[in-house]
Nanobody, 124 residues
Framework: QPHLEQSGGGSVQTGGSLRLSCVVQGTAECMGWFRQAPGKGREGIASIGYGDKTKYATFVEGRFAISRDNGDNTLYLQMSNLKPEDTATYYC?????????????????????YGQGTQVTVFS
């Protein structure tokens, strides 16, 4: 089964940028990023599937970009123009695309395999 190892994250001032990385070992083709703030449920941020087709949550508003390097088996989330409300624990995730509607996974219930999580804090 897939194994995911995250890196990146940290603290940044409002308007700053961060990049999260996730090494995905295994053959799950659909990948995504989620976040969970204290007292809130896990929410999907972005996903990438077959042919590197991407999907984003509306709150991203063009500030985040998901990508992957298949040669290094690494998934990325580039975040810019960060806001205090982006403060949360961020998780990468992977799943076999055949398990998801239209072969594209997005919501938390679509993914079975998660990284260990990394904290992102945005201060004003």
């Amino acid at each position: 089964q897939p194994h995911l190892e995250q890196s990146g994250g940290g603290s940044v001032q409002t308007g700053g940028s961060l990049r999260l990385s996730c090494v995905v070992q295994g053959t799950a083709e659909c990948m995504g990023w989620f976040r969970q703030a204290p007292g809130k449920g896990r929410e999907g941020i972005a996903s990438i599937g077959y042919g590197d087709k991407t999907k984003y949550a509306t709150f991203v508003e063009g500030r985040f970009a998901i990508s992957r390097d298949n040669g290094d088996n690494t998934l990325y989330l580039q975040m810019s123009n960060l806001k205090p409300e982006d403060t949360a624990t961020y998780y990468c995730a992977a799943e076999y695309c055949t398990y998801c509607p239209d072969l594209h996974c997005f919501g938390p219930s679509d993914f079975s395999y998660y990284g260990q999580g990394t904290q992102v804090t945005v201060f004003s």
